[in-house]
Antibody
Framework: QVQLQESGPGLVKPSETLSLTCGVS?????????WAWIRQPPGKGLEWIGS??????QYNPSLKGRVTLSMDTSTNQFSLKLTTVSAADTAVYYC?????????????WGQGALVTVSS | DIQMTQSPSSLSASVGDRVTITCRAS??????LHWYQQKAGKVPKLLIY???TLQSGVPSRFSGRGSGTDFTLTISSLQPEDFATYHC?????????FGQGTKLEIK
């Protein structure tokens, strides 16, 4: 059974960097699939942040170059860094397994990590 | 960006009802369309991928249809555990985008 779990600070100050890690069990992240980050502001819809597989990354242009994704196959984890955060970045952040290309769906998700941006 | 528009935004129905939720894409996306169910405070769960393929373990009362720009998710006979928010999602073009969600409530 594939399982994902987000970890990282739940509170980040404005203008600082949000950093989250997703630990994966039950599947080797280097074996295939892309690994995605998706967020959901309180009471709102889902927004795709980006996906990563080895050295290949895909980002949502709306985040204007503030995002960096990486993965570490030795620890079976992948990570998100979002710089210069503001209150608009307050959201539940989910990591997910993404079948890039066909079919393109996200079949396994982490439990989500609420990150609040506030001073 | 491809805009995904769901209708209705909210829907009240009773146990046993047949309900249909619509998702429209702002341009053709083939069948790169997926549906998720999200219960309050919980994680989105993949129900249907590629417009019409049921994810493993999902009850057969759920079905999906469509291609191009117009898609539907149908629940043939609502069960108490189906009251949730449903999201459509396109993976045809980056940035991948989601609909705004349809909240299905008990009448």
């Amino acid at each position: 059974q594939v399982q994902l779990q987000e970890s990282g600070p739940g509170l980040v100050k404005p203008s600082e960097t949000l950093s989250l890690t997703c630990g994966v069990s039950g599947y080797s992240i280097g074996s295939g699939y892309y690994w995605a980050w998706i967020r959901q502001p309180p009471g709102k819809g889902l927004e795709w942040i980006g996906s990563v597989f080895h050295g290949t990354t895909q980002y949502n242009p709306s985040l204007k170059g503030r995002v960096t994704l990486s993965m570490d196959t030795s620890t079976n984890q992948f990570s998100l860094k979002l710089t210069t955060v503001s209150a608009a970045d307050t959201a539940v952040y989910y990591c997910a397994r993404h079948a890039s290309g066909w079919p393109g769906s996200n079949d396994y998700w982490g439990q989500g990590a609420l990150v609040t941006v506030s001073s | 960006d491809i805009q995904m528009t769901q209708s209705p935004s909210s829907l009240s129905a009773s146990v046993g009802d047949r309900v249909t939720i619509t998702c429209r894409a702002s341009q053709s996306i083939g069948t790169y369309l997926h549906w998720y169910q999200q219960k309050a405070g919980k994680v989105p769960k993949l129900l249907i991928y590629s417009a019409s393929t049921l994810q493993s373990g999902v009850p057969s009362r759920f079905s999906g249809r469509g291609s191009g720009t117009d898609f539907t998710l149908t629940i043939s006979s609502l069960q108490p555990e189906d009251f949730a928010t449903y999201h459509c999602h396109q993976s045809y073009n980056i940035p991948y985008t989601f609909g705004q969600g349809t909240k299905l409530e008990i009448k």
